[in-house]
């Protein structure tokens, strides 16, 4: 399958380049994924922390489930989703490590300003801050991962980018829950510029986890842009007209795809932020229990489930099922469907933390076998500006609906905390379904998008 869009004339000026110029080795470009993936693992720590503190934070801040939801979900997605286009814009002209370093910067430092909150409006601006600077990684990370492996090899990169994301919610869950227990057991701390409780000292320290990463960044090279044959310059990057021209050409496959992706995203925020309060409040677990027994399943679930899908897609694209992308994350969310019912409803947290393992498994396979599509149709001098307005999408409508549906239910509809198990039971399985609906129906105009763009190249 070729990566050239039918929709738009990729006949550059740029200079050629011989193959081996343009190769990068299988060791360097498998660091430089290792590299980022060290980055995602940390910035999913500091974004998912807050899940673990749900309860100590609404009790010194008094707040309700549905404002604990906006500082999950649209707090953070809010600038998070809408930054992610302009910096994208950025990531495609000049030196994309440099603009995720700044974002490793400004989201450290916000994730440390957290602790600092006395009350809910300084806690909603600091996650913004974190959505900002995290808004870096995903788009110039899969840019430079474009740049540094053939097409063919693609999904199985990104599979593992995307996947080690989710050991960062693990171990924000794991590492989280043994630094709070320790905390908890001390009391307030008093440092010289005030005195803090557990839940914001945790912030504090789990901020720090940065600094490693940001020398680990500084040692890997940004790659050249590259078009099939011709090296672009970073001033080549197209304007925002030309990316939006470009989207709604193709509106059939990008539109349900962006929606579709999103809703599978919305089910797992959805249960990754509340499946800890979940066993808090329906199986009278401790922070500390749920990072030694659920951290380790969201770390193993969601990464074999990730990675694990973007090897099968790649494994399918070689056997010439060129809509592998789309077909194998339908698949995986009809696995996932009647596990994602069942594990809130089950009486023993050990059976539903087993139903839950493989949600999470089958339910993240789109987020690397799926998400791979979108670079795989789209022109490198606009990647990084696609996946933006993918992320534009994902983030509000699932970091904000998922956590907050599932928080609205248990507030508005059932009316008592530890009804949360009914909310988890209908709100993720509900996304899950919409999500199929929508992948499904850009199944042919995709096929057809596939076909021109073969017929075009050759």
Known sequence: MTSVSPAIDLETTGPSISPDDTAYSPLRSWLVVAALSFAAIVSYIDRQIINLLVDPIKIDLGLSDVQISLLQGFSFALLYAVMAIPLAWIADRYNRKWVILGGLICWSAATFGSGLAMGFVFLFFARMFVGIGEATLSPAGFSMISDYFPKEKLP????????????????????????????????????????????????????????????????????????????????????????????????????????????????????????????????????????????????????????AGG???????????????????????????????????????????????????????????????????????????????????????????GPLLVAWLTDYVFGSPTAIDQSLALAPPATMIIGLVLVWCAFKPYRNMVEKTAMESN
């Open 311 to 401: 090897f099968a897609a790649e494994k399918m694209l070689a056997a010439g099922i060129k809509d592998a992308t789309l077909r194998l994350p339908i698949i995986a969310i009809l696995c996932a469907l009647p596990f994602a019912i069942a594990f809130p409803l089950v009486s023993s947290p050990w059976v539903a933390l087993a139903l839950l393992a493989l949600v999470l498994f089958f339910g993240t396979v789109p987020f690397g076998a799926g998400v791979a599509t979108f670079p795989l149709i789209t022109p490198n001098r606009m990647r990084a500006q696609v996946i933006a307005v993918y992320l534009l999408i994902a983030n509000l409508l699932g970091y904000s609906a």
């Open 156 to 307: 199985a990169a990104i599979g593992v980018f995307t996947g080690t994301g989710f050991i960062g919610s693990g171990l924000a869950l794991v590492i989280g829950g043994y630094l709070y227990a320790q905390l908890e057991a001390i009391g307030s701390i008093t440092l010289p510029f005030g005195t803090f409780k557990p839940w914001q000292m945790t912030f504090f320290a789990v901020s720090l986890l940065s600094v490693p990463v940001f020398f680990c960044l500084l040692l890997i090279r940004e790659p050249a842009r590259k078009d099939g044959n011709v090296v672009l310059a970073d001033d080549d990057a197209p304007p925002a007209l030309e990316i939006l021209s470009f989207i709604r050409n193709n509106a059939l496959v990008f539109f349900p795809l962006f929606f579709g992706f999103s809703c599978f995203a919305a089910a797992q925020f959805g249960i990754g932020a509340w499946a800890p309060s979940y066993f808090i409040r329906v199986h009278e677990w401790t922070q500390l229990e749920v990072g030694q027994f659920f951290g380790p399943v969201v770390m193993f679930g969601g990464v074999t489930g990730v990675v």
